[in-house]
Nanobody, 124 residues
Framework: VQLQASGGGLVQAGDSLRLSCAASEGTFSKRAMGWFRQAPGKEREIAAAISGSGGTTYYADSVKGRFTISRDNAKNTVYLQMNSLKPEDTAVYYC??????????????????WGQGTLVTVSS
């Protein structure tokens, strides 16, 4: 599975941005997907995740209420809508995919495939 993330960029605090991740294969709807992020000098962390059907989602406390993860299985694409962005959201965002369709966990090892990352920079 190849994952191609896009949509990163430089925005100001309070702005919105939408990340997209296109998967290369047709079993996309059978895979849980997610977005991890790594800020400069910090450990990588989960931001949000979604089950294969889209019926289950997970959000880190730091993004809850501001970020929305969604997916379009017909387009093999997962999205991360980021609103009310803060400087602390500055990070490289990685799209990930699991071999499982249910969202049983959100640790890094649960996700087998990683995209190349897209940089989001939020200025104050």
């Amino acid at each position: 599975v190849q994952l191609q993330a896009s949509g990163g960029g430089l925005v100001q605090a309070g702005d919105s941005l939408r990340l997209s991740c296109a998967a290369s294969e047709g079993t996309f709807s059978k895979r849980a997907m997610g977005w991890f992020r790594q800020a400069p000098g910090k450990e990588r962390e989960i931001a949000a995740a979604i089950s294969g059907s889209g019926g289950t989602t997970y959000y880190a406390d730091s993004v809850k209420g501001r970020f929305t993860i969604s997916r379009d299985n017909a387009k093999n694409t997962v999205y991360l809508q980021m609103n009310s962005l803060k400087p602390e959201d500055t990070a490289v965002y990685y799209c990930v995919a699991s071999i499982w369709d249910t969202l049983m966990d959100v640790i890094e090892s649960y996700f087998d495939y990683w995209g190349q990352g897209t940089l989001v920079t939020v200025s104050s």
